[in-house]
């Protein structure tokens, strides 16, 4: 750490994501000089609070990065497309919430508990990715798993909740659920490509060449960048379900060699960012209601498979947490301390 | 056919699954002379009809079931447990459509489209199970790709609906909706382990001593059988989401030789009782509230996995009707075809 305080900024300040980088800076203590905030045309004007300090939420347009530190860029792909090069002409770091970069070998993507080490790769571009939700509670439960057994295969299903589209998919799932619980039909979906009310929708992203979706390559691009396994074969399903908040995943791990289930609780115990809630006697799971406001990536579910050296994983994380906001704000962190 | 019509028993005829059996007999014109009905002393004193035929639903401690050819048991474990006995040894056959028989070997489990040659075996307790739906769909798709290259492994993780929990399960979901939508606190759930509106559950059954549930314990037991092979491994994860009626399977199959998408999708295409949505670039890929009142298994997303000889489907199946109903009143067909 070279100053006292840094000059941060937030890109897309006023959406899910942007306001739980917001909350997350004031909870870690994040030692903060000067805050600029930066939404749409239409959402700038609000005043936001992050500690002692106050900012106006700013026109996009008319940003200037010079003096920043850290630029988070939280307002999706396009933005983060169109504004990276602006940001870190003066000199600014980006934190890239989009998962433009998943795919770049020229910004390192960044998993704090899991590849901290990569960080000095930022110089490349001046810019780090922060992975999405699957991408990170993956990587946080199969790092320490990996460490001990190679993996040599990854099959996951994900639940994920209508929050990771945003306030608008909030929204829809909201009217969806209104109007199906009093007996009206649904009007026409806009944001996801089905009802998603008391429905479940394979589809995150677009559909690839392959039958894979965007956002399922993103995942097993990011996961094997991550944990640092090039030709790991990943399988992933990501499903939309009717969930505001939280997500889980369902994981089916192949080791080189016997992994029991009593030596994964005993390495995932310990393991930096696991919460382990795995005692099915006892009813103890995570289910996507019980992480929201959490930290640590949930585990629970541990058993062996009936295949040779195959072992299966309930993951749960707070999508907007550890998931996006904690992971980034992790990130600056890190900088801070050792590069900033 | 020996007879011109046949005499036949619903026990449960009031719940969920006995009503669609009663409609399932009535739009498959199946040859009924006389109809029983059984239910709870709660729940008797309905009439009901099937095609031309009325039915008083009679309290079940009062069944005779002298002159029944077919006794369908609608009504869970302990109520097959404790009349299966009583309902055959006047000459009926039982279809159960509880798992209390999934492991038993002397009451063989059938898929009509997959095994019906297996139904001979009924002589030794003159019973038939009829499997869960998760267990259909499942044996439904996999036995054509099963049939051209031998399946080697199978991972499945489920999304269930709360109508597999009976009308208690589709009230529980109903009313925590209510609250959540009115911002109140929900209450304490009485029928699923945790809150299940706007959440996902990983439980179906109770837990055993590996760490599975006893449900998917079932699920796995009845497609080994199902599919003939008896050493097959499988993993299943079953999943509670808050969806009201269809269900889904996310599945990734392991093969001894490479089985492409396109020879998967042309045997799948011709199998018996599917039905094929898988063009992604279309968008066609089947949802729970797509396939409501289908009688098929419906399967998309069918893609080649990056490991080797491993295949990726999404299936999709109403729970209500091939997943307990139909694939019952299938059996009856069968067993009046070949063996009344």
């Known amino acids: 750490m070279q ?20 909350n997350t800076l004031e909870q870690r203590l994040f030692p903060i000089a000067e805050l600029r905030l930066y939404a749409s045309l239409q959402s700038a004007g609000e005043t936001l609070t992050c500690g002692a300090l106050t900012a106006l939420v700013e026109p996009l347009d008319a940003a200037r990065f010079g003096g920043v530190d850290i630029v988070f860029l939280a307002a999706g792909e396009q933005v983060s497309a169109a504004w990276l090069a602006r940001a870190t002409e003066s000199g600014a770091v980006v934190i890239d919430l989009s998962q433009l970069f998943a795919a770049d070998p020229d910004v390192p993507v960044i998993v704090p508990e899991v590849n901290a080490a990569d960080i000095a790769d930022y110089v490349a571009r001046s810019a780090i990715a922060s992975p999405d939700a699957p991408a990170i509670a993956l990587a946080v439960a199969l790092k320490p798993l990996h460490e001990l057994v190679r993996v040599l295969r990854v099959v996951a299903t994900t639940f994920e909740p209508v929050s990771s589209l945003g306030r608008v998919g909030i929204e829809e799932l909201q009217r969806q659920t209104i109007e199906l619980m009093s007996g009206q039909s649904t009007e026409e979906p806009a944001i996801f490509p089905r009802r998603i009310a008391f429905n479940v929708i394979p589809q995150a992203g ?7 979706s965007s956002y399922e390559q993103q995942t097993m691009q990011v996961l094997r960048r991550v944990l640092d396994a090039p030709d790991l074969p990943i399988s992933v399903t990501r499903v939309h379900v009717p969930l505001f908040f939280g997500s889980a995943i369902a994981v089916n791990v192949e080791t080189e060699a016997r992994l029991t289930a009593a030596q994964a609780r005993e390495v995932l115990l310990v393991a930096p960012g ?20 959490q930290d640590a990536t949930s585990i629970g579910r541990i058993r062996e498979d009936e295949a040779l050296n195959v072992l299966d994983l309930w993951l749960a994380i707070d999508n907007l947490r550890k998931g996006s906001a904690v992971n980034a704000v992790q990130i600056a962190e890190l900088l801070i301390r050792d590069y900033l």
Chains 1, 2 share one sequence.
């Not at 696991?274 to 406001?293: H, K, N, Q, S």
């Open 3 to 22: 100053k006292s305080a840094y000059s941060i900024a937030v890109v897309g300040a006023t959406g899910l994501v942007g306001r739980e980088i917001i």
């Open 206 to 212: 677009e559909f690839l060449a392959g039958g894979q």
């Open 274 to 293: 696991v919460l382990l809630r795995d005692d099915t006697v006892a009813g103890e799971y995570p289910t996507p209601a019980d992480v929201i406001e």
